[in-house]
């Protein structure tokens, strides 16, 4: 998944003005008035104008064969479980991952900067005197699927479009944009109210171009199952709703052989089948029928890579390194159920997760705890407050827990017992002080209501770790359950907020942008269905930090204001951080080509893997 957050911006005091109450410079680190041919937040591009390709690609990789995966990421509205539309950028229905590649953007990012982008549509940008306009120059040779030119005024009209009806994850960060002007039909400008972040154009910029003609024609929010005019590498081919979707290699795309794209797009197919239950995955995988997939349940990587085609050499098992940015794995508790709004409510459920028992009897003792939803990141808090994060803090002392204030608050380690009685015990007290006294087996308020709290689940993998975590409440005197739905309702409720608690692992990107920071954080995407701000946070401190985060200037001010944003998370816990593991763990056929080392900020094996038709020979898959 990803994620992305924000609302007014309300006062710091006088300590924090410089760093969050001043709008940012955006690109303070670049020229105004000249043509650029990439951007990044604080002004470094390791690329120049005159690039021919991307470090971590092989330009001369083969084009050819087929590729049937299980995305491990999904973005929008997509559901790897199931799909009932191929519109991904709407809210509405559950599309397929990966309809972004039938799809260009003005610009797009490189894997092996943390930030940077370069031009894709666009050949170049110009930023204004004032920052505010950004005038970008369209590739004549641009074209749509249909042989029909790529124009300015269709990179307006998808903006607009997105500002109004689109997905959270276009729409809000579309707030700041007072106007997308075509100037002609290769040029167009993107005018800002100055509120924006200095990193809002980095969003903008990557957000999928859609054709004004075909919706004019189409009604946009319209669950629709016939393909969308595209003009990306790929675009659909075979598709069953909810089975099995193909993408296409576009033989003639327009934009094959520029810089950001060469050595990159190498399958002619790109097949994604759908499974309800993971084990039926799985053993689509021992078969050959899927041909790469990333593991993510412990037991089964430790016990179940043991079939014949691994012990026969045709099938690799193996680890990548896991990308340098923050890790984010974590349940959220819905702070608009009454129950869970005191902290020390939040606190107890957390004291129920015996870790270090699931670690060993579950995890096969892999996985680490999480502490940080910035996990194996420099934005992760320890020790200590630094001045700088105290002044961004200390205007709200007074709404925010004393823990704070203190050494960075980690979560409880248990006995490995799984039944920690010194934890659970300090879990009964915290709920005795909030109001809960024990009634027979349950913990229950002054109007006898008992303490609910139920998890939502949609994977069996889950809710074998989820069960003794209920378990442990249970005996702490809270009616605890995991309830089991299928996928489009466990997607109906997630969109819905219709839950107690539920997981969730989102990547907010190396250099977190205001944009993205929002729809997990801020109080403007609680109420906003479709936001990633599952525990519906509302906080006049955690809104400020993330506009502060916004507003940074350097890569310092941005870890200050991050981590001292992790602070307040930690000591809120209205996300209880679970578990994270530092590497890919990957099985494939031995069929395809790839180059290592793997870039540091990305791992989109569809785009830069290859079908090695020598290979494929030597297992029996030519």
């Given at each position: ?64 064969g087929s590729f049937n995966f299980p995305p491990p990421n999904w973005a929008y509205n997509q559901s790897p479980f199931t799909f009932n539309t191929l519109n991904s950028f709407t809210l509405r229905g559950d599309a397929p991952p990966r309809m972004e590649l039938c799809f260009d953007a003005l610009m797009t990012r490189a894997a092996d900067e ?488 990305g791992f989109p094996v569809e785009t830069l893997w290859w079908f090695d038709k020598d290979k494929a020979a030597k297992i029996g898959k030519a």
């Amino acid at each position: 998944m990803r994620g992305l957050p924000r609302r007014d911006f309300l006062a710091l005091g006088a300590a924090t003005c410089a760093v969050a109450l001043v709008p940012g410079a955006a690109f303070a680190a670049s020229p105004t008035g000249t043509r650029l041919h990439g951007l990044s937040v604080f002004g470094d591009l390791k690329y120049p104008p005159d690039f021919k390709q991307f470090d971590y690609v092989n330009a001369d990789a083969p084009k050819g064969g087929s590729f049937n995966f299980p995305p491990p990421n999904w973005a929008y509205n997509q559901s790897p479980f199931t799909f009932n539309t191929l519109n991904s950028f709407t809210l509405r229905g559950d599309a397929p991952p990966r309809m972004e590649l039938c799809f260009d953007a003005l610009m797009t990012r490189a894997a092996d900067e943390p930030d940077a982008i370069y031009g894709l549509l666009a050949e170049s940008v110009t930023i204004s005197a004032d920052r505010n306009s950004y005038d970008f120059a369209l590739r004549p040779q641009a074209r749509w699927h249909d042989g029909t030119p790529i124009t300015a005024e269709d990179v307006a009209f998808s903006l607009m479009l997105y500002k109004d009806k689109g997905h959270p994850d276009l729409l809000l960060p579309l707030r700041e944009l007072t106007g997308a002007k075509a100037l002609d039909a290769r040029a167009v400008r993107l005018t800002f109210s100055g509120k924006q972040s200095s990193q809002t154009l980095l969003t903008v910029a990557t957000m999928p171009v859609v054709s004004k003609a075909y919706y004019t024609a189409n009604d946009f929010e319209a669950g629709r199952m016939t393909p969308p005019l595209g003009s990306g590498p790929y675009k659909v081919g075979r598709v069953s709703a909810g089975q099995f979707i193909e993408y296409e290699r576009v033989a003639d795309y327009w934009g094959k052989d520029l810089p950001v794209n060469r050595g990159q797009y190498n399958f002619d197919r790109i097949r994604i089948d759908f499974y309800q239950e993971r084990q039926a995955a799985f053993e689509a995988f021992k078969k050959g029928d899927t041909h790469y997939r990333e593991e993510f349940t412990a037991r089964v990587w430790v016990n179940d890579y043991d079939f014949p085609a691994l012990k026969q050499g045709k099938v690799v098992k193996r680890e990548f390194p896991g990308e340098k940015w923050p890790s984010m794995q974590a349940v959220a508790l819905n702070l608009r159920r009454a129950q869970f709004q005191d902290v020390r409510v939040r606190r107890a459920i957390g004291m129920c997760f015996d870790f270090e028992w699931t670690k060993r009897t579950l995890f096969a003792g892999s996985y680490d705890r999480s502490q940080s939803n910035f996990e194996r990141s420099e934005f992760r808090a320890d020790g200590m407050p630094s001045p700088q994060e105290l002044a961004l803090l200390e205007p709200f002392r007074s709404e925010l827990p004393p823990e704070t204030f203190g050494e960075a608050v980690k979560q409880p380690v248990s006995d490995g017992s799984g039944r920690d009685r010194k934890l659970l015990g300090a879990a009964v007290k915290l709920l005795t002080e909030a109001g809960w006294k024990r009634s027979g087996d349950f913990a229950v308020n002054a109007k006898g209501e008992r303490l609910k709290a139920e998890i939502l689940c949609n994977e069996d993998g889950l809710a074998r770790i989820f069960l003794p975590w209920v378990d442990n409440m249970k005996a702490v005197g809270i009616d605890a359950s995991v309830r089991m739905v299928d996928s489009a309702q466990y997607q109906a409720r997630q969109n819905g907020f219709d839950f107690d608690l539920i997981m969730a692992a989102i990547s907010v990107g190396a250099t977190p942008t205001f944009d993205g920071l929002e729809t997990i954080y801020h109080s403007r995407a609680a109420d906003r269905q479709g936001t990633r701000n599952y525990p519906g946070t509302k906080s006049p401190a955690v809104d400020a930090l993330v506009e502060a985060a916004g507003k940074a200037q350097s890569r310092e001010e941005l870890v200050t204001a991050l981590r001292a944003l992790d602070r307040v998370l930690r000591a809120r816990l209205d996300w209880i951080p679970t578990y994270y593991l530092a590497n890919h763990r990957v099985a494939y056929w031995d069929m395809f080509g790839f180059k290592e080392p793997k870039p540091d900020y990305g791992f989109p094996v569809e785009t830069l893997w290859w079908f090695d038709k020598d290979k494929a020979a030597k297992i029996g898959k030519a």
